[in-house]
């Protein structure tokens, strides 16, 4: 997309952290550009680079419209817990319901899959996010912000991650923009 690619830095007391956006009801890239610039109006929040956006087939539930995915890098001064309430204030207020089915159609999906190197482990906040490195729709983006990002729990690179992956990546147009497929 037209926002800066690639990596910046946070400012200094700011976190580096990662957001995984989806959507896969209504205008898909519309809804994940308004959630992009929603993010960059919290306080404390900024967006430094966003990725492409892949169109993906879902996973878990597969009776369901394909995604559009994309991942941003974001610096932050807020905890992880505030950065939850902040990214599901999104949702709510983009008219994501809050009663549905996981891994069900949604008009938006905002997960924290990193805050700089913090591993959190509660009942309702799993960082890193317990299936990032398993999701080839987070891994390829992720890698095309910071390929050399290190998993904590895991110890490996982004780029090593999405290499375990079995499969290719294949090139895509959607909506007259390069779309990269998922597959
Ligand atoms: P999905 O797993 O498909 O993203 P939801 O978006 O409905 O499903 O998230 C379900 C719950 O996952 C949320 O209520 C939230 O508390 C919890 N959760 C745990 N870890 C995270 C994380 N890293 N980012 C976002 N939500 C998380
Ligand atoms: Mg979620």
Redo the contacts with the bound molecule.
Sequence with gaps: MERAQGSSSPRSAEVLAFVGLGSNLGDRQNNIRTALDLIDSVSGLGVLGVSSFYECEPV?RSAQPDFINAVAEVGTSLSPRSL?KA??GI?KSMGRASS?R??GP?LI?????LYGEAL?LEP????????MHVRRFVLAPLCELEPDIVHPVLGLRCRELLRRLRSGMSQARFAGQSVRVAV
Aim: net charge negative.
């Design positions: 878990g939850l990214l599901q949702e549905r996981r891994w949604r999906d905002l997960d924290i899959l959190v309702d906040l799993v960082i890193p996010h317990a299936l």
